[in-house]
T-cell receptor, first 111, second 113 residues
């Protein structure tokens, strides 16, 4: 059972456009992470959010954790070709030490 | 250099032939985990270990075994591989079960024929 739904699955945009990726669940998470994965490599952590309602910024990337800690979003401003990759959200199930990953959003930014 | 290493990176084997994929980290991390990544399904946790001699099942443990005899090593064992275990496998580690940041190895692509 997939507990973390990511949308959209695929996104192809022009350089300079803005985009938002969503990560939704009916379960509550102790924390939520966003990773980026390049072909042939393992995921690399971008950010961790822990508190409901938390917003973190990483240059042009803005991450938000839902108030109820069931959902999260990743917003990219003025996307660049270097942002191309697979974006994954992952949550630590509350009360456990298990991680659940979303199915991923494959982003392609065209120059 | 702080890293998680996996071996082998690529493996083609036949049904029923026991195999082990090794994972080692040099960051003195307590928490280690194994995932498999399949198209359309994302990463799914197979097993995790909170510390030496402490392991527990993830969401898809069937057909796999693990051991954690030393802090740095966390091998994944397939006693009798089957074609449905063909996948891309990742080992990951983090400082503790509550530190959240996981560091991933480069992956092992396994094909079982």
């Amino acid at each position: 059972t997939q507990l973390l739904e990511q949308s959209p699955q695929f996104l192809s945009i022009q350089e300079g456009e803005n985009l938002t990726v969503y990560c939704n669940s009916s379960s509550v998470f102790s924390s939520l992470q966003w990773y980026r994965q390049e072909p042939g490599e393992g995921p690399v952590l971008l950010v961790t959010v822990v508190t409901g309602g938390e917003v973190k910024k990483l240059k042009r990337l803005t991450f938000q954790f839902g108030d109820a800690r069931k959902d999260s979003s990743l917003h990219i401003t003025a996307a660049q070709p270097g942002d191309t990759g697979l974006y994954l959200c992952a949550g630590l199930k509350r009360g456990t030490y298990k991680y659940i990953f979303g199915t991923g959003t494959r982003l392609k930014v065209l120059a | 250099e702080a890293q998680v290493t996996q071996n082998p990176r690529y493996l083609i084997t036949v049904t029923g032939k026991k195999l082990t994929v090794t994972c080692s980290q040099n960051m003195n991390h307590e928490y280690m985990s194994w995932y498999r990544q399949d198209p359309g399904l994302g990463l799914r946790q197979i097993y995790y270990s909170m510390n030496v001699e402490v392991t527990d099942k993830g969401d898809v443990p069937e057909g796999y075994k693990v051991s954690r005899k030393e802090k740095r090593n966390f091998p994944l064992i397939l006693e009798s591989p089957s074609p449905n275990q063909t996948s891309l496998y990742f080992c990951a580690s983090s400082l503790s079960s509550l530190s959240y940041e996981q560091y991933f190895g480069p992956g092992t692509r396994l094909t079982v024929t």
